[in-house]
């Protein structure tokens, strides 16, 4: 296996001494800006550019102490890129928040006037690039989702820089993806996309993917709920390996909005099945019940509970994470791994 000297030089920069990625996720935006809102009691366009400022600075600053990287967005992240621990690897992303509603199929933007040319001036290690798919859409709308990844991927190895690619599904049909019916789908939408997205065509380097099932819905897990099940904890555990097996890249997991406890139980089932996934890009699970606090108490109530709470999260997290596997172990290990120039 080859490997840029860039893309290897980026991949090192946000995985700690092991190779294992803890990176931290604060790109969020419209819902970032939506839940501050609401717990503010105020409209979306009340909350200012300078509040998301400085929540993404205040996570910046007092969370990258114990994450190897963070994941920001070139909107209202800039400033917490200098806030960040000295050494911690940066990843930036380059899709616009949302997507075009007035077509179907959830088709992604960039962000206006950014290139991967600007992250690197801005000091990115590696481009994240968040797509919301399923392989089972309609096949005209997959083609553009396909080609519109094929040219990041192209404008990423122009400049020798690692791409991350995240992926989310969705049901085109717009039934409820926190349902049970979605929840049988979910292994085979999330396999399929980890296949479609190892293919060479994308100059994928990283995929950041979601848990193969909906934990809610695993028989005897502690986030079930109820007596409805879609698979029985065996039956959860052979869908991690089958969409492990899947991957022809390296992989890690995204927390999805799901409460830490949650996020943990799911990275523990993934370590129990004995999968190489090589860490996680998890936000919302470590920080978002310091959103409450903000509301409340403004900047120095958030800081206190990120330096409690926070760091609490992240701490519990990285133990966990002392079962993942290096990033290059996908390929057999760095000794079979060869660097070859890039641009």
């Known amino acids: ?45 009340q909350v200012t ?60 933007d960039l962000v ?6 600007k992250s690197l001036e801005h000091g990115a290690d590696c481009i994240k690039l968040l797509l919301y798919y399923n392989p089972f859409e309609e096949a005209r709308i997959n083609e553009i989702k396909h080609a519109f990844v094929a040219r990041i991927g192209a404008e990423c190895a122009y400049h020798d820089v690692a791409f991350f690619l995240e ?39 990283v995929l950041k993917v979601e848990i193969p099932v909906s934990l809610q819905y695993v028989k005897g897990s502690r986030s079930s709920r109820g007596d409805e099940h879609a698979y029985s904890r065996e039956e959860a555990l052979d869908h991690y390996r089958q969409a492990a097996e ?18 943990l139980e799911s990275l523990q089932l993934a370590l129990e099945a004995q999968v190489n996934f090589a860490g996680v890009l998890c936000g919302r699970a470590t920080w978002k019940e310091g959103i409450p606090e903000y ?3 403004g900047l ?15 701490q519990a997290l990285n133990a966990v994470l002392s079962g993942a596997r290096p990033w290059y172990a996908k390929y057999g290990g760095k000794d079979k791994i060869q660097k070859v120039s890039g641009r």
């Open 300 to 314: 120095g109530a958030l800081e206190d509970w990120l330096e409690n709470r926070g760091v609490r999260n992240i």
């Open 112 to 117: 206006e006037h950014w290139t991967v040319k």
């Open 167 to 205: 992926f989310v599904g969705y049901d085109p049909a717009g039934g409820d993806e926190k349902g049970i019916e979605y929840a049988r789908k979910k292994p085979e939408i999330v396999a399929g996309s980890m296949r479609e997205f190892s293919k060479p065509d994308y100059h994928v380097d």
């Open 49 to 108: 550019d300078a509040m998301m400022s400085e929540f993404k600075v205040a996570v910046s600053r007092i969370l990258t102490p114990y994450a190897s990287a963070i994941l920001l967005d070139p909107e209202w992240g800039l400033e917490a890129i200098r806030a960040r621990h000295p050494g911690t690897g940066l990843l930036l992303a380059y899709e616009a928040s949302g997507y075009d509603n007035t077509r179907p199929g959830r088709i992604p």
């Open 246 to 263: 899947a991957a022809g890249k390296p992989f890690i997991y995204l927390s999805a909005g799901v409460s830490d406890q949650q996020f």
């Open 1 to 45: 296996m080859q490997i840029t000297e860039g893309k290897w030089r980026g991949l090192e920069a946000v995985a700690d001494q092991t190779g294992v990625i803890r990176a931290l996720a604060m790109d969020q935006r419209g819902s970032l800006r939506k839940a501050i809102a609401k717990e503010k009691g105020i409209e979306v366009s």
């Open 295 to 297: 509301a409340r108490g």
